[in-house]
């Protein structure tokens, strides 16, 4: 199959997941209905909507935020992923495992509690991100890089657990803030509206633009760090722009949703699995599917407890775990 | 005309100690020269600091220019590297690994254009890859991998290439295919030839000057059969050969 139609066919995927996530929920509104509505939206045509004003609401100001809002978690979660790979030419790599999404959640809470407020949730979130991915890849190195891929995951799950572990000695400090805390650091987009979205998109453009950007240059470190070299890459500085633009959007992704884990994992390897490994198609579906993914996770995070809620972050991890593990089996190879 | 590889008073130091130690040559173009010597004389550490990979004192010219003095991509253009164990991501294309050549002429965020891939195409051809153009590099025998390192390094056009024991891995009949072809790329498209060796009788077979190296300098240089003499072998490998009509043949204590 050629790229174009497979970035189609993940297009296709993410439609009608936005489509399920629209449609599915405790009020009935039917899918012509909705598109009425969203005609009825535009400028210059006549058509007008038939959903009462309370339907109005709940399409318009419930579930379409929440969509597009897991929609940019979950592009942000799996290009992240994939890009993580890629730069540490490691298969495990991922925002969840490498401590990253620690990080920023430790960042995110101390935000919270010392800034209050949600404008500076992305940076703190980034900062906090930044720090944990530089000392899991510090501590990943300096094990020697013999012990292959599994010692960065290592690393990072050792930094993911001592930032969790200061998160929740801050989170106790501060009960007033602790329910609001607690449910989004299991991961969840309940409360989302189109404020959160606001909040996302403008970190979400420029990781997956940087990241775009780099996709060759990708498939060029994937022959080894040396030989990138001889070929004229300045690996270092790739290395850096890349990491830095995904843990960008892994910051942005957590400060809205928590932690979800895994996203970053199954995407990126199903891709691979079906559409082969050079990045320069890999990242771009990675944004597509993963978006679609998300979106769909959290169709069963509402439905499967209804009325109750699961927190999306369980789904994931529930899918992610055992995916993993077939990843972690079938990796021995990629790692060399 | 300057020469295609000046390297003069060259050191470079690896963990406190200086593994190149003062080495000066020529190599002129279209030239095929051979570095030998036992392990740990600093054979690898050379290329590797003509490449560009390492910090050294002393000058290196590619074609005249210093390679101290040229940007990452313009040594690429300069100089195509073929490591001894090169690392082939499963999964990918034998076309896709050749257009990795191109590397040097894209910019940072652009894209190959008609050009790079015409050239990567008559890199595969080249190397009568074009059958197996398609195929997961994971897939290939040790000759065909092989062809298709080549093939890429041919495809970067750089008119220097260094070859680290290019032939280790390979039976002794895929080694001949791929030295002969490597000579044959050297007097069609006029390229110069660095490389290193173990197998003191096939570098003799096929380079036009021997280096011999031992503990970061030159020992002995020149025809194959001045520098593969029993004496010079046993003194700096400490192995006891006959040396037979240019083959370097073991003989038992």
Redesign the interface.
């Known amino acids: 199959m050629t790229s174009r139609l497979w970035i189609v066919a993940a297009a296709g995927f993410l439609v009608a997941a936005v489509i399920t996530g629209v449609l599915v929920g405790p009020v009935h509104i039917g899918l012509g209905e909705v598109v009425r509505s969203f005609l009825s939206k535009l400028p210059f045509l006549d058509v007008h909507s038939n959903l009462s004003p309370a339907e109005d609401s709940i399409v318009w100001d419930i579930r379409f935020p929440r969509v597009v809002l897991g929609a940019l978690v979950g592009a942000m979660l799996a290009l992240a992923g994939a890009s993580y790979q890629g730069v540490f030419r490691n298969p495990l790599a991922d925002p969840y495992l490498l401590g990253v999404a620690a990080g920023a959640g430790l960042g995110a809470t101390l935000a919270v509690v010392y800034l209050g407020g949600t404008y500076w949730l992305p940076p703190a979130a980034f900062v906090g991100g930044a720090v944990a991915v530089v000392i899991a890849y510090a501590i990943g190195r300096s094990t020697g890089r013999s012990s292959g891929g599994a010692t960065l995951v290592l690393a990072g799950v050792t930094v993911a657990a001592f930032f969790t572990a200061v998160q929740t000695f801050i989170q106790q400090q501060h009960t007033d803030t602790l329910q609001q805390i607690y449910s989004w650091i299991l991961g969840s987009l309940p409360s989302s509206d189109w404020t959160d979205v606001r909040t996302v998109l403008p970190y979400a453009a420029i990781a997956t633009v940087g990241i775009l950007?780099?996709r060759?240059?990708l498939?060029?470190l994937?022959?080894?760090d040396?030989?990138?070299?001889?070929?004229?890459?300045?690996v270092g500085r790739v290395r850096l722009a890349v990491v830095v633009c995904a843990t960008i959007g892994t910051a942005a992704a957590v400060a809205v949703a928590g932690l979800i884990g895994f996203v970053g994992i199954i995407v990126p390897h199903a891709i691979?699995l079906v559409a082969?490994?050079?990045y320069r198609l890999l990242l771009p579906l990675s944004v597509l599917v993963g978006a679609g993914f998300l979106v769909f996770a959290d169709v069963i995070a509402r439905t499967a407890l209804a009325p109750q809620e699961l927190p999306i972050g369980v789904v994931t991890a529930f899918f992610g775990a055992p995916f993993f593990a077939v990843v972690l089996r079938t990796s021995r190879?990629?790692l060399? | 005309m300057s020469s295609a590889l000046a390297v003069e008073r060259l050191t470079v130091e690896l963990g406190g100690r200086n593994v190149v130690d003062g080495i000066s040559f020529a190599v002129e173009r279209g030239e095929w020269v051979t570095l030998i010597g036992p392990n740990g004389a600093g054979k690898t550490t050379l290329l590797r600091a003509v490449a560009g990979l390492l910090s050294y004192g002393g000058e290196i010219s590619v074609g005249g220019e210093p390679v101290r003095s040229l940007r990452r991509r313009e040594v690429a253009k300069r100089v195509a590297v073929v490591q001894q164990s090169p690392l082939m991501p499963a999964g990918m294309s034998v076309r896709e690994y050749v257009l990795l050549g191109r590397t040097p002429f894209v910019s940072y965020i652009g894209r190959e254009s008609r050009h790079d891939d015409a050239a990567s195409e008559s890199a595969i051809a080249r190397l009568d890859l074009g059958e197996l153009a398609e195929r997961d590099l994971g897939t290939l025998s040790g000759g065909e991998r092989q062809r298709a390192v080549l093939a890429r390094a041919l495809a970067q056009e750089a008119p220097l290439l260094l070859l680290d024991e290019p032939t280790s891995a390979l039976d002794a009949g895929r080694q001949q295919e791929a030295l002969e072809l490597i000579d044959a790329l050297r007097l069609d498209a006029g390229l110069t030839v660095v490389a290193t060796m173990h197998d003191l009788t096939v570098a003799g077979l096929y380079a036009s000057r021997l280096l011999l190296l031992s503990s970061g300098r030159i020992v002995a240089q020149g025809a194959p059969a001045e520098v593969l003499t029993e004496p010079l072998i046993a003194e700096h490998y400490g192995a006891h050969v006959r040396v037979v009509d240019g083959a370097v043949i073991p003989v038992r204590r």
């Open positions: 950007l780099h060759r240059l498939d060029v994937s022959v080894g040396e030989e990138a070299a001889t070929l004229g890459v300045h691979r082969g490994p050079s190879r990629m060399g």
